[in-house]
């Protein structure tokens, strides 16, 4: 994360106030544009939050997303307006640790209904290498070997590590990209939409349960189309992938952490060489948000392939499909190349 282009929380909480004089002399705020005012008015901070808000609030539910299509999520930098915005909403949805401008602005916002998807599933501590496990035999103890026990990670989480999520010894935030821990989510933000709205509880509780149910279906796929194949080890440019690495049983190697922007030393580019052919790794992953020229000189360096895996931190014409779904299908099929799934 540049944390150098971050909004410190000093200049958040005034922003809070010319935010909110701004608004009061305008008629709409950009979560109630468009004559919703029938409906729940939500704030989501970036893509994965938007998602759960939209699929499970349904026809109920206004949705704005603090992060437009295209923008890095993690340097996301707050307009005066969105953060009065998100003092107007009735109902925000954010992840902590992700965006510590969206994090202080909420902090600051005094919504009643604010919901953090980091506090409805289990965060953990995933470094530049990731190694899955086989769940079915002694992975759990493994697990908590190697990445500490899962209830201190939630705890280094709510203090607010995760702000510093590239650095060792912080939570990893990025759950969306594990069905299993996604559904989770779901399951809590539809729990809490009940009680923000309790008049559609019974339309909340039936879309959560249609997600849920297509996020099982998409972990299936997952677990069947990876279980044989000729290599567990990936490349990426962005350590995104450890809780999916977890999940299948793969081993994530990124080039230089959970920081999308950050540069790999030269050790640690010579470190992947000797790993990709001891692995027989085949490809070198980036994203769409991001460059892709550490990850082609990588490639060009070590004779890999190069191929796009989606982070899905926000939907944009590049992306591999129209929705989280769609997306994460893709990136399936593209592990199962790169891996030689059989």
Request: net charge negative.
């Amino acid at each position: 994360m540049n944390v150098r282009r971050l909004i410190p929380t000093t200049a958040v909480a005034g922003a809070v106030v010319l935010g909110l004089t701004a608004l009061s002399a305008c008629s709409t705020s950009d979560a109630a544009d468009g004559g919703n005012g029938d409906k729940l008015k939500v704030t989501a901070s970036f893509y994965p939050m938007q998602f759960l808000a939209e699929r499970i609030g349904g026809e109920h539910v206004s949705v704005t997303s603090l992060t437009k299509p295209g923008v890095e999520p993690h340097d996301l930098e707050l307009t005066p307006r969105q953060i009065g915005s998100i003092s107007e909403s009735d109902y925000v949805l954010y992840l902590k640790g992700i965006q510590p401008a969206v994090d202080d602005a909420i902090q600051q916002s005094g919504v009643k209904n604010t919901v953090d998807a980091a506090t409805l599933t289990t965060l953990e501590n995933h470094g530049a290498e990731v190694s899955g496990h086989d769940h079915g035999h002694e992975g759990e103890e493994e697990h908590a070997d190697e990445h500490g026990h899962e209830e201190e990670a939630h705890e280094e989480h709510s203090e607010g590590d995760g702000h510093n999520h590239g650095e060792e010894g912080g939570a990893d935030p990025h759950i969306w990209l594990d069905p299993v821990k996604y559904a989770e989510v779901a399951k809590g933000v539809g729990k809490s939409l009940e009680k923000a709205d309790p008049d559609h509880a019974a339309d909340y509780k039936k879309n959560t349960e249609a997600l849920v149910g297509e996020l099982n279906k998409l972990n299936t796929a997952y677990e069947t189309g990876l279980k044989n194949t000729a290599t567990k080890t990936f490349i990426t440019t962005h350590s995104a992938f450890g809780y999916l690495a977890e999940r299948y049983g793969l081993t994530q190697q990124g080039i230089a952490g959970i920081d999308p922007e950050a540069e790999p030393t030269p050790a640690r580019i010579q470190e992947l060489h000797t790993i990709a052919e001891k692995e027989k790794a085949t490809t070198v992953f980036f994203e769409t948000l991001a460059s892709d020229k550490t990850a082609k000189t990588l490639a060009k360096d070590t004779g890999l392939k190069t191929g796009v895996l989606d982070p899905l931190e926000g939907i944009t014409k590049k992306s591999q499909g129209a929705d989280y779904i769609e997306v994460m299908e893709s990136n399936l099929t593209a592990l199962q190349k790169a891996l030689g799934a059989k």
